[in-house]
């Protein structure tokens, strides 16, 4: 053994540390130098993008009352693995939980998982918070979450306001800004504003250890986003008009919209039976939200602009102003008191021989049959198709048959019939206005929701233009833009030829039909009708303004099944004008008959009347074979859907139909839109 | 020498105070943490070196075996009384201070070698000579093996290095090294190919060699050793080796990809390491490790530590240091006129050397988890101390060379 006889071996050894050395620092090289993975894994590891959820905008009404806020609510979360020896008891006492309750909940939350926080109780209150609060040190793993919820102070204005919840798969799909978990609203103005309400989310990047505990911010918060908190909403509602109305068509069906005609601005819009929109939120939510849907008078169906009323004889002036401008008639027209076509024939109620203005004030049904055939079958026009065509242009000009385009979500068009509708149920060139007379007085195929009824007094009050109906007035302090508002909106009328109208209107409330609705002095316009409807008995309507100059207020009532427009419609709207003219009530005693009528028992009725008959499918034809202009799409809206009718339960629907009497075509069309508002809006 | 183990010990004592950092326990010199007591254990270890320095250079040698034997009942104690922690028994606990015989092993048994092969008229190529070297090194492995410390006992395997610098011939590191290619092949490709390959090499390598008889024989002896190991291997991965130990290497080998079980420390780690980039984030700024990511984050993974925080610059000088270290190592190893210190210098050499592989190995991806510290970097007081008398007997040893006589 000498030292020069390991020389080799010596180099041999150094040799091998200096070659593992150098394949470690090779590798090295690769991992830290050239591979990016790793850091992006790094951070991945270790950072945690928290949202800071905005506040939602509040809302408020035209006065500056509170419609809509923000309350705080706390959700309880834990995380399993943190869970020690806590005092079950006592803390299922504070929640008012079972222990299986609690078993339950805590093996729910392991599942997804042990180390992460997890929702164990949703948006307790604050009471409970408080007792919570104090005691939550003795519960290891438990914290609690604050978040807000939204809370609506005046209980009112459900349809409008609408409800949020939370996003589902789909539209998280649709919409990338939206995430698991947020909200989003999902009717009225939570619904479209909600871009504006929401705000801005911001983003907190947080670094947390291997157990999902935060260590900190991350480069001091540099990257960080603010949250900012979403838009105040000013509403063109008056909430106390509202609240006045809400009162006024309690225990009835129907709906009610009032606007200022000198702006387009929805004062009131009341869809009865309501609810209370705190309902739909915070805990009791779903289960408020299938009992509601459950209730038959279908409350979450917002009828004052998704149900379709035959107008009845309100539909007379938009009748008469299309007849005076297309020269058919004037002023000074009159005809006979009576209407025969065949075996049927429409009478009067029995009035002296009549002109325009009389036959508005004594709604005379005969008037209008005429004056609806001479326009229809007059010499001027081709063929009769031309005639109804040039009719239905000036109907169309009133803002009937089509969508307003209100700021709200899911409205309906309404139905005013197209020559193809009648080309497909009679054959072409098998109609004639004789055949089709009652639309003269608003019956027959027509459907036109009360907004658009509304929209019709602000078009004769403004005496032939409106501004888009329209719900929000400012956001955020400034002027809404999102829609184009400012437009004065023309009909095919001229001016001049409402004078004659509003005279008629100006009588009906004077000396005609609706004199109920007279109070202080005010000069009132208005119209009463009496819509027969195959649900029973009649609909109970008036349309009205006030007062005729300088109008400040175009209303719409309909009371469903009520009877006669002067019984219910004309003293309901004209309380609200008075209110929303005077905020005080100079006839208590029509207020309290009013209030007090209860007139649900009707419908209920009706309902049970109607339930085996015309439910379950369209009777007949499938949609698409009588209603062409309909496509699917339009009633296809939001969350409702129409089914067609299949082959198979076509027949079967054919059959049942023998055992009845065969459908007109109104009872058809009447039946169809009772089906979609009584069942199919809320799938 | 010295300065190298002060700085070893500095840097490993800062990567546990950054591993395992945390508000809370912000001072470096609290004792309720891991660098807190890394503290105590550097004074310990200081306490023992200057121990060291100040006995007598010649009792090491003459006391190596006795201390060899003490170690060897040591770890039968250890074997009967000891408790079972993480699945190894390896553990004396008196009070609340926890020994690791297995690693004062290492250095008995560098000492017991020294001291056999320095003997005179010892030859390496004896039978005899191999088999009792042999039996000095597979004694105490055995031993460790038997605490269930694979790693630990793997370590003994380092001491072919020295038994090869003494003499031993160069085709035992050959066919050490071979088996290793042909252990990971086994694994790796199915039997019957890897037996076809290893005929046609046999062959092929007859063909091209002098046609002589012996020559036909040695190809063909080692051809049939190789496929004997083949088979051996396939049966001792399945029976042997423990569920875990199968999972690490074949997560290493690539044939396994599970990052949350088997695989998740090595992946872990390397996110680590893999983050730190060139210059690293800078002490106390890793994120991997601080955050608990990475497992054993201030022992066997301390690297992982160097890695994030200092990047590549940290892990290349550190690396660097122990190279150097090796390589001062041998030099004085190669200086000494007395055989038993220069044995001695590459038992330590090789231990080191070996712990470092494994060690960095494993943290980087290139050797299976075994979980063996880092020399001077670890938390850990056995480890330390162990590593401290290595170092510091080779320092004493070392100041004696000029005393001894060939």
Partial sequence: MSNTSGRNQQVVVAGIFTALIVIFIIRL??????????????????????????????????????????????????????????????????????????????????????????????????????????????????????????????????????????????????????????????????????????????????????????????????????AIAGANLVATLDANLQAYGEKLMANKIGALVAIEPTTGEILAM????????????????????????????????????????????????TNALAALQEGIINPMTTFPHSFVVGSKSVHCHGHPPIALEGAIQYSCNPY????????????????????YNTWRTYQESFGIGNKIGVDLPHELKGLLPTTSLYDKYYGRHHWKASTIYSLGIGQGELGITPL??????????????????????????????????????????????????????????????????????????????????????DHSL????????????????????????????????????????????????????????????????????????????????????????????????????????????????????????????????????????KNEYFS | ???????????????????????????????????????????????????IL?????????????????????????????????????????????????????FATSMALAKYLSTLNIRMQDTKTKLTAGALILIPMAFVLLQNDTGSALVFCAFIFVLFREGLSQNFLIFGFLGGILFVLALMVPAIILISIIGSIGLLSYILMRKTKKNFFTVALITSLCCGAVFSVDYA????????????????????????????????????????????????????TKYDFVPEQSTDFIFCTVGEEWGFLGTTIVLLMFLALLYRILFIAERQRSPYTRIYAYGVASIIFFHVMINVGMAIGLAPVIGIPLPFFSYGGSSLWSFTILLFVLIKLDSYRMYVLR
């Avoid at chain 1, 509304?454 to 302090?477: D, E, F, L, R």
């Avoid at chain 2, 943490?33 to 890394?38: L, M």
Wanted: charged letters at 20%.
């Fill in chain 1, 29 to 226: 090289f690769f991992v830290q130098l050239i591979e990016e993975s790793y850091t992006v894994s790094a951070n991945n590891n270790v950072l945690r993008y928290m949202t800071d959820y905005p506040a939602r905008g509040m809302v408020y009404d035209r006065n500056g009352k509170i419609l809509a806020y923000n309350q705080a609510v706390y959700d309880l979360m834990v995380i399993p693995r943190q869970v020690k020896e806590i005092d079950t008891l006592d803390f299922c006492q504070l929640l008012d939980i079972t222990k299986e309750d609690f078993l339950d909940k805590i093996k729910k939350a392991k599942t997804y998982s042990r180390i992460r926080p997890s929702i164990f109780e949703k948006q307790i209150s604050a009471e409970t918070y408080a007792t919570l609060q104090e005691k939550l040190f003795k519960f290891k793993g438990f914290y609690v979450q604050p978040r807000t919820i939204r809370k609506y102070p005046n209980n009112t204005a459900s349809h409008v306001l609408g409800y949020i919840g939370e996003v589902n798969d789909k539209l998280i799909e649709k919409n990338p800004y939206y995430r698991q978990g947020d909200y989003i609203g999902t009717s009225g103005i939570e619904q479209s504003y909600e871009e504006e309400l929401r705000g801005i989310r911001g983003i907190r990047i947080v670094m947390v250890d291997v157990f999902n505990r935060e260590k900190g911010s991350y480069k001091n918060g540099a990257y960080d986003t603010v």
């Fill in chain 1, 270 to 317: 009341i869809s009865s039976p309501s609810y209370d929109p705190n309902l739909l939120v915070g805990r009791a939510r779903s289960k408020n939200y299938g009992y509601l849907l459950k209730e038959p008078s279908k409350p979450l169906f917002n009828r004052a602009m998704q149900a379709y009323y035959p107008p009845g004889s309100t539909f007379k002036l």
């Fill in chain 1, 368 to 387: 209008f049959c005429n004056t609806f055939r001479a326009f229809v079958d007059n010499n001027k026009f081709a063929d009769c198709e031309t005639g």
């Fill in chain 1, 452 to 537: 658009q009824m509304a929209n019709v007094m602000c078009i004769i009050a403004n005496k032939g233009y409106y501004y888009t109906p329209h719900i929000i007035k400012k956001i955020a302090g400034k002027p809404n833009t999102t829609r184009n508002l400012g437009t004065k909106h023309f009909t095919k009328i001229s001016e001049e030829n409402f004078n004659v109208v509003q005279d008629g209107m100006q009588k009906v409330v004077e000396a005609g039909t609706a004199r109920v609705a007279q109070f202080r002095e005010v000069v009132i316009c208005g119209k009463t009708g009496t819509a027969q409807n195959p649900h029973g008995k």
């Fill in chain 1, 542 to 677: 008036f349309v009205g303004f006030a007062p005729r100059e300088n109008p400040r207020i175009a209303i719409a009532v309909m009371v469903e099944n009520a009877g006669f427009g002067a019984e219910w419609a004309a003293p309901i709207a004209s309380l609200m004008m008075e209110k929303f003219m005077y905020d005080s009530i100079s006839r208590p005693a029509i207020e309290e008959r009013m209030m007090k009528g209860n007139l649900i028992h009707i419908l209920n009725n009706t309902l049970e009347k109607k339930s085996d008959d015309v439910d379950a499918q369209i009777i007949g034809p499938s949609l698409h074979d009588f209603i062409p202009e309909l496509n699917i799409g339009d009633w296809n809206i939001g969350q409702f859907t129409v089914e067609e009718s299949t082959p198979e339960n076509k027949t079967q629907n054919q059959n049942k139909e023998n055992q009845r009497s065969p459908l007109s075509i109104s009872e058809f069309t009447f039946n169809l839109i009772y089906r979609i508002e």
């Fill in chain 2, 1 to 51: 020498m010295v300065f190298f183990y002060l700085g070893f010990v500095l840097m490993g004592w800062m990567n546990i105070y950054a591993a395992v950092y945390n508000e809370e326990h912000s001072n470096i010199f609290d004792m309720s943490q891991n660098y807190g007591k890394q503290l105590m254990w550097i004074g310990t270890s200081m306490l023992i070196a200057m121990a």
């Fill in chain 2, 54 to 106: 100040v006995i007598d250079g010649k009792f090491f040698a003459s006391f190596s075996y006795p201390i060899y034997g003490t170690i060897l009942l040591m770890l039968l104690v250890v074997l009967a009384i000891a408790k079972n922690v993480q699945g190894a028994r390896s553990w004396i606990e008196i009070g609340s201070f926890k020994l690791q015989p297995s690693e004062f092993a290492k």
């Fill in chain 2, 237 to 288: 991965y399945n029976h042997i080796l423990q569920a875990h130990q199968r999972e690490r290497i074949e997560v290493l080998l690539g044939k396994k990809s599970d990052l949350k079980g088997a695989g998740y420390n090595v992946n872990q780690s390397l996110i680590a390491i893999g983050s730190g980039g060139f210059f690293g984030k800078g002490f106390l700024q890793g994120t991997q």
